[in-house]
């Protein structure tokens, strides 16, 4: 009930309507919860309403806090190991 | 798809299970609820928990709103529909819900009732505008995220004049119920204790934003990490709730930042403030009845308030025999302590609204392990 998927926002229409395009396909939804959404605007759909921007920048910025916290954990690895700690809590 | 396909990665996967697999202290357990049954089938549909340490155990929550509307509820709604002629709109996950004597919306329009399917609260409107000379009534219910919705289509009918449109509202609140699984001793003694945290809903924190929780590291010390959808989302809050609990931190963190801040949608939330006020109490099945829990329609708004507009009888409401939903909806059980999982109760003849929705636990289990269940409960 609560899934929501990234949509980008094609064409802005009357009645605070707007086309989008989710994976290729075109939809009409609502952007009356929201404000100022623009053309290239990615937004959360949710049945038929937008429901929140989606930011470029913090997805970015997670996907590389991801990649980071593998490396990290794995010189603690090696550092565990070649200590001869037991490795685990950090 | 963009947001989606880079949150499903191979190797990011298996970097952030390593790095799980090392933070993972091997002498504690860590019990995580995931509150959202949208966790629960992202933890199932990847495969999640084979991608953590054995002591490492996600318990499910009640965030499944078809699971936790009590039969008495559907019941009303199977009324409106049979009783006072209206055409009834639904989301499609409802349909197959069994209520009182096993009869769901769907029985109910195979034999005549005026039920349909509806995607969106809009396609509710054009039912509305296109049948002036019926009743149309939507019924709404859904969790912080699927209530803004609800919101505006009230407001619209209000600005457009659509005077036979009206919705049943079911709408709940997450926050509330989290403090209930904690607070309320007779739900079981023993699990406040036992959750080490929370994994946050996604989209209900969309709206509402990271603050109602607040309240849960400060008052109960319990760690919360808001988590995305996705399966990479899931385990880096994983990752988070163990390094908050290995350190001692007790705060709210929010992993989903690419679209949750800490105010949330304020726009969403001025309408539902504007439409809604709080129902003194509500029932849930599972957990009973929980104090402000729960939306009703303001009396500005009364013209749309199907509670208001259609005298609903009283009735004697009743859950199914022996189905253990409400204690699965608690995570004091497991879809294998039920007796019927997979045998009375399938997706194709559900016994409780657990295996009927898409985010029910029982759904999850029969589509993503029903093997190993079926024999962990031979076993038994």
């Known amino acids: 009930m609560c899934l929501a998927i990234p949509a980008l926002v094609t064409e802005l229409h009357d009645g605070a309507m707007a086309s989008v395009s989710v994976g290729g396909i075109a939809k009409q939804i609502s952007v009356a919860l929201l404000d100022a959404v623009a053309v290239g605007d990615y937004v959360l759909l949710h049945v038929g309403y ?24 794995a010189e603690v690895a090696e550092m565990a190991q070649t200590t001869g700690l037991a490795g685990g809590a950090s | 798809m963009k947001y989606v396909d880079e949150f499903r990665d191979r190797d990011l996967a298996r970097t952030l299970a390593a790095a799980i697999a090392v933070a993972a202290d091997p002498a504690r357990d860590y019990n995580f609820m995931e509150f959202c049954g949208g966790h629960t089938h992202a933890i199932f549909r990847y495969g999640v928990h084979d991608l953590v ?77 296109a049948n002036p000379g019926r009743e149309v009534v939507f019924l709404g219910i859904g969790f912080e995220t699927t209530t803004p919705p609800s919101a505006a289509a009230i ?55 990271s603050r109602p929780y607040e309240f849960l590291a400060a008052r109960y010390a319990k760690p919360v990490v808001i988590a995305g959808f996705e399966p990479l989302d899931v385990m880096q809050s994983v990752l988070m709730l163990i390094r908050q609990v290995n350190e001692g931190r007790v705060e709210v963190e929010n992993q989903y930042t690419r679209v949750v801040t800490r105010d949330g949608n304020r ?114």
């Open chain 1, 50 to 73: 937008a429901l929140h921007r989606v930011s470029e920048e913090e997805a970015r910025r997670t996907l590389a806090m991801m990649a980071e916290a593998g490396l990290l954990q």
């Open chain 2, 53 to 129: 340490p054995a002591n490492v155990r996600f318990v499910h929550g009640p965030g499944c709103p078809v699971c936790i509307l009590p039969a008495r509820r559907l019941d009303d709604a199977i009324e409106l529909a049979e009783r006072h002629g209206v055409i009834l709109c639904s989301y499609g996950d409802m349909l197959r819900v069994p209520g009182t004597g096993r009869r769901s919306l769907l029985k109910a329009k195979a034999d005549g009732a005026d039920i349909r399917m509806v995607y969106s609260t809009l396609d509710a409107l054009d039912i509305a505008r």
């Open chain 2, 155 to 209: 407001a619209q009918a209000q600005a457009e004049g659509i005077a036979n449109f009206s919705v049943f509202c079911n709408h709940v609140l997450t926050p509330p119920a989290i403090r209930h699984i904690l607070e309320v001793p007779e739900i079981d003694p023993a699990q406040a204790a036992r959750l080490d945290g929370f994994l946050g809903p996604s989209h209900v924190s969309a709206v509402i934003g």
């Open chain 2, 267 to 380: 726009k969403a939330q001025d309408l539902v403030a504007r439409i809604f006020e709080l129902r003194p109490s509500f029932e849930w099945r599972g957990l009973g009845s929980v104090p402000d829990s729960a939306l009703a329609i303001r009396a500005d708004y009364a013209a749309f308030d199907a509670e208001k507009r259609f005298a609903l009888s009283e009735k004697q409401s009743r859950e199914t025999k022996s189905c253990e939903c409400p204690a699965i909806l608690r995570g004091v059980k497991k879809p294998k302590d039920c007796k019927l999982f997979g045998k009375a109760c399938t997706p194709e003849t559900p016994m409780g609204a657990c295996m009927v929705s898409s985010e029910g636990a029982c759904a999850a289990y029969w589509t993503y392990r029903r093997l190993e269940t079926l024999a962990e409960m031979a076993a038994e």
